[in-house]
């Protein structure tokens, strides 16, 4: 059972945030739900000159020089050792990595993983042997495990793993928003699949990387400088109609 602790309301850009833990354990998440008709997801890895932005704040501050408000932004997918990302990667349309189905090691191959997308301001989860790359995608991560795929959980998880460690994902609710949530402190791959299903209420839901993970939220200290990132996701919000 998941229940929540506490409703926060973060700047004014920012909507609904929860904080929440499963019930008689200890490992706060906090998540922020988006509605696509009000705010805009963007992917970003290197600036206009090739150079990798490698830190949420690089990416905050030019999206602010370009004139836009972030309201959130996190590391995205998994990535390579030479800071390539590992799977599919897709900026503004165009294709800078392609799509990865091979197997191996390690949590971006514990199939079923999957892709997040999105195409005009609809947003989705696919699992990998399912994604077809399109023209009318915009923007696309590619990552694994699948915590949730069409309500269910992975197979591989397990409820009472002893495997913990801070993890960030993205959803997509049935609604279409998206929701971006962090481990404040350790969970396992259960705790996390359970909270973006029951709390959160995503049918499907991508893990996106472990103990290197951030989120910022607009209304938060600046973000730290910690690990070199490749893909990181930004939110905005739309300029008014």
């Not at 690089?58 to 997918?77: E, L, W």
Request: aromatic share 6%; net charge neutral.
């Amino acid at each position: 059972m998941i229940t929540r602790r506490r409703m926060l309301q973060l700047g004014s850009l920012a909507p609904a945030v929860m904080i929440a833990s499963r019930a008689g354990a200890s490992q706060p998440v906090a998540a922020a739900v988006y509605d696509l008709s009000r705010y805009r997801l963007s992917l970003h890895w290197k600036d206009d000159a090739g150079v990798p932005y490698r830190t949420l704040q690089a990416v905050t501050d030019t999206i602010a020089r370009r004139g836009g408000r972030v309201a959130a932004v996190t590391n995205a997918g998994i990535y390579e050792t030479d800071h390539t990302p590992l799977g599919l990667h897709i900026e503004e349309g165009r294709v800078l990595r392609p799509l990865n189905r091979d197997d191996g090691d390690g949590n971006f191959f514990l199939k079923p993983n999957g892709v997040f997308s999105i195409a005009g301001d609809v947003a989705a989860i696919s699992e990998t042997s399912a994604f077809r790359v399109s023209d009318d995608i915009s923007l696309a991560t590619q990552s694994g495990p699948l915590l949730v795929l069409d309500g269910a959980i992975h197979p591989a998880f397990r409820r009472r793993s002893t495997s913990r460690r801070t993890r960030n994902a993205v959803g997509v609710r049935e609604d279409g928003a998206v929701v971006l949530a962090i481990s404040r402190t350790p969970v396992t791959l259960w705790d996390m699949a359970t909270f973006m299903r029951d709390a959160m209420g995503c049918p499907s839901a991508l893990y996106l990387d472990g103990v290197i993970s951030q989120l910022w939220l607009d209304g938060d200290p600046p973000p730290e400088t910690r690990y070199p990132y490749v893909g990181i996701l930004a939110v905005t919000e739309r300029p008014p109609a």
